[in-house]
């Protein structure tokens, strides 16, 4: 199979499973915001968020090495997925000392044993789906993202609606959903074959945590940059305006769909361009030059038509989060750019690069956020965000090229970035004569990014023939 028809046919694999995962997801965002309340909302947004933070110190982020290792050739998955297993049991155990910390929060006290159990099984749940795609089981990892999501989404209905259990109808519908899929791999995907009780190889369990543990301070600072605004919009404007907030992140998470799809499959691909290295550069340039066209041309689209769809989505106390989108949108481009030069990092195990770049756009993220939510409200999160992700994405095209040497159009990337700001200054504007400049600002967007367009057929037809 040639590079592209390999790239391509994982991406379809992946959309499969992720596309019908995350379209479920966000056809549920009615559902929560009539159920739930905005303090609800808010509530539930920050224990989320607070398991973002915890996950990754209590693994030690193995569901990255698990991946990794068991992609390099002639790897011993047996021995990768034993440690990995035995490292998340071990952190699991060491969360049980967060209970008591739980139940001294007054907003969280009552829900104190459901959090747990969520965290604990949200930690072990990547570390299973990582490995399954790190050993080839992409129809099977596919599978598993639907069936979890749909599961979830069925026993929300169940424990919100018809049981009318709040946050903790919430929790727990999530709860028994990771228990079932975690069952369902096990079993199902014979993954309990590869674990052995006494395998255990301390070089490779060394070098496995060398790996991981790096990636925790940028775990950490993708959580500030990603989550830590909820915590500021929360302490400076209340629980509501975070459920707001919450709700403004749904939207532009369509486009982190997308791009999520494609880098999950880059990941698998870059790491099999450099074992075979021929013509790298290149490949990679190319790549990088669709991919700006596609998220700039979705990110437009998706700001052309943003007041309606708020107006379909959610309900009438959640329709003024439409605000706070664009910016988010915005920060989603720079980050899947950035994202995408992160794999790089992955490729060559030089992770340094990842978690200083991470850790400075944190940094600017708090200290804007600090800066600009006293000031100007919800918006001031938003465009934090979005900086932090900018600086992140220049670092990278300028860092990774030791790696890589990329080809970058800047003219395009910093024009179209222009145009976007122009656009999201008219959909701020009411009249005709606003929506007819938005529509001319997104058509500009789609003429400089035109060579995407243009792929489309040959690309549908090489997604054809790797059937």
Not at 389 to 400: G, H, K, S, V
Request: hydrophobic share 55%; aromatic share 16%.
């Amino acid at each position: 199979m040639t590079r592209i028809k390999y790239l391509l046919s994982n991406t379809l694999i992946f959309a499969i499973g992720n596309l019908g995962s995350k379209l479920i997801n966000f056809l549920m965002v009615p559902l929560y915001t009539f159920v739930l309340t905005q303090s609800e909302y808010g509530t539930v947004d920050i224990i989320m968020t607070t398991g973002v933070l915890i996950t990754p110190l209590l693994m030690l982020n193995m569901q990255e090495a698990v991946i990794r290792y068991a992609l390099d050739k002639n790897s011993d998955h047996r021995m990768i997925f034993s440690i990995a297993f035995k490292l998340c049991l071990v952190g699991n155990a060491i969360g049980i000392l967060t209970y008591p910390i739980i139940l001294n929060i007054p907003s969280l006290k009552n829900y104190a044993l459901p959090i747990l159990l969520f965290w604990s099984l949200s930690s072990i749940y990547p570390v299973l789906l990582q490995f399954m795609r790190g050993i080839g089981k992409v129809y099977f990892y596919s599978f598993c993202n639907i069936f979890f999501t749909l599961s979830s989404a069925l026993l929300n209905i169940l424990f919100l609606v018809y049981l009318d259990m709040g946050i903790n109808g919430y929790l727990y519908g999530f709860i028994l959903s990771y228990i079932i899929n975690i069952i369902l791999i096990l079993i199902f995907g014979r993954i309990y074959k590869y674990f052995r009780i006494y395998s255990w190889d301390k070089p490779t369990a060394i070098e496995m945590v060398k790996y991981s543990i790096i990636l925790i301070p940028n775990s950490l600072m993708w959580w500030v940059i990603n989550l830590s605004d909820r915590y500021l919009v929360t302490a400076i404007m209340g629980l509501a305006a975070n459920g707001l907030y919450a709700v403004a992140y749904k939207l532009p998470s369509i486009l982190s769909v997308f791009s999520g799809i494609f880098l999950q499959a880059w990941q698998l691909s870059a790491v099999k361009e450099k074992a075979a290295e021929s013509n790298t550069n290149q490949f990679y340039s190319n790549i990088f030059w669709y991919l700006q066209q596609f998220i700039f041309i979705i990110g437009s689209l998706l700001l052309l038509f943003l007041k309606p769809m708020m107006d379909i989505l959610v309900s009438d106390n959640f329709y003024t989060a439409w605000r706070y989108v664009p910016f988010l949108i915005l920060a989603f481009i720079a980050s899947t750019l950035a994202s995408f030069l992160g794999v790089n990092y992955m490729v060559a195990k030089k992770n340094m690069g990842n978690m200083i770049s991470a850790l400075i756009g944190a940094v600017i993220n708090l200290v804007l956020n600090l800066l600009l939510i006293p000031f100007i409200g919800i918006n001031g999160a938003a465009i934090a965000t979005f900086c932090s992700y900018l600086f992140i994405l220049i670092y990278r095209i300028i860092d990774t090229q030791k790696y890589v040497k990329l080809k970058i159009r800047l003219h395009i990337l910093i024009l179209s970035f222009i145009l976007y700001i122009f656009q999201i200054y008219f959909v701020y504007l009411d009249g005709y004569i606003a929506m007819l400049l938005n529509i001319v600002i997104f058509i500009s967007i789609i003429t400089i990014n035109l060579e995407v367009i243009k792929a489309i057929p040959k690309v549908t037809k090489k997604v054809i023939n790797s059937l």
